[in-house]
């Protein structure tokens, strides 16, 4: 299987886990560990309400956070 994002898809879920790694922290929580538990199980409780980010991070699909993330770990320097 190939997937295939388009730019703006992968400019729209960097911004969106930016605005959610700063909720996170400005609440509190490992940012990380919340991250990887929401990608990992689907779980919309592992991210806050505060800032709006669990509506955020939810308007995109967790296959495609996950593409970002190894994009921008294996581009991106």
Known sequence: ??????KDKCNQAREIL????EALQEKGYNPISQI????M????TY???HNN???LIRKIE???LLEELVR???LDD
Not at 1 to 6: A, I, L, S
Not at 41 to 44: K, N, Q, T
């Open 72 to 74: 921008h770990y294996l």
């Open 62 to 64: 967790r296959d495609e």
């Open 47 to 49: 991210i806050t309400n």
């Open 53 to 55: 980010a669990r509506s």
């Open 18 to 21: 930016l605005t959610v790694y």
């Open 36 to 39: 990887v538990g929401y990608i």
């Open 1 to 6: 299987m190939k997937f295939d994002f388009n």
């Open 41 to 44: 199980s689907g779980d919309p």
